[in-house]
T-cell receptor
Framework: GQNIDQPTEMTATEGAIVQINCTYQTSGFNGLFWYQQHAGEAPTFLSYNVLDGLEEKGRFSSFLSRSKGYSYLLLKELQMKDSASYLCAVRDESGAGSYQLTFGKGTKLSVIP | DVKVTQSSRYLVKRTGEKVFLECVQDMDHENMFWYRQDPGLGLRLIYFSYDVKMKEKGDIPEGYSVSREKKERFSLILESASTNQTSMYLC???????????FGDGTRLSIL
């Protein structure tokens, strides 16, 4: 089975940096995704990590440590439009060679002026 | 851009009805998925499919079935709708298992 934990809510100030953590426990880890979901909208893909280390993509970076079962999403130079839920999703083997994503409950980030 | 289209944004049905939710993608993706999203529970996988006429159960398949007769279309069926199936339903597709999933806009289903 899967166990994915991330904080329920966070608040940060416009222009600041925020780090959203995700810890997971899984038997057949095969990659970790981060998605952004604005209220009332579909999730959109932000980043993918399968090897240890940092992946940088503009203002957003994602880090993975497989040995610690830990990832974080780092958002720099926060803007008001970054107010959204951030979903951590772990990909693992579900059996018979197929894979599925299991999502955390999401972290609701509020950016304040 | 990948386009995943769900047939309805809002749907209201009655208990015991058979409900069909349709999803179509236009990028020739192999993989398609159905999730439901509930407050405090997050996104949970109902069923997924890696090929035409192929399906696999996700974490919460009870009360649901699926159909994938054509590569671009993946249907979710509620055999006999119940009030606990009131939820936001999201369809997604991906090119391969290592590729990100692209989501439709969702169907907010209410069962009365």
């Amino acid at each position: 089975g899967q166990n994915i934990d991330q904080p329920t809510e966070m608040t940060a100030t416009e222009g600041a940096i925020v780090q959203i953590n995700c810890t997971y426990q899984t038997s057949g880890f095969n990659g970790l995704f981060w998605y952004q979901q604005h209220a009332g909208e579909a999730p959109t893909f932000l980043s993918y990590n399968v090897l240890d280390g940092l992946e940088e993509k503009g203002r957003f970076s994602s880090f993975l440590s497989r040995s610690k079962g830990y990832s974080y999403l780092l958002l720099k130079e926060l803007q008001m439009k970054d107010s959204a839920s951030y979903l951590c999703a772990v990909r693992d083997e579900s059996g018979a060679g197929s894979y599925q994503l299991t999502f955390g409950k999401g972290t609701k980030l509020s950016v304040i002026p | 851009d990948v386009k995943v289209t769900q047939s309805s944004r809002y749907l209201v049905k009655r208990t015991g009805e058979k409900v069909f939710l349709e999803c179509v993608q236009d990028m020739d993706h192999e993989n398609m998925f159905w999730y439901r999203q509930d407050p405090g529970l997050g996104l949970r996988l109902i069923y997924f499919s890696y090929d035409v006429k192929m399906k696999e159960k996700g974490d919460i398949p009870e009360g649901y079935s699926v159909s994938r007769e054509k590569k671009e279309r993946f249907s979710l069926i509620l055999e006999s709708a119940s009030t606990n199936q009131t939820s936001m339903y999201l369809c997604a597709s991906s090119l391969g298992s290592h590729q990100p999933q692209h989501f439709g806009d969702g169907t907010r289903l209410s069962i009365l």
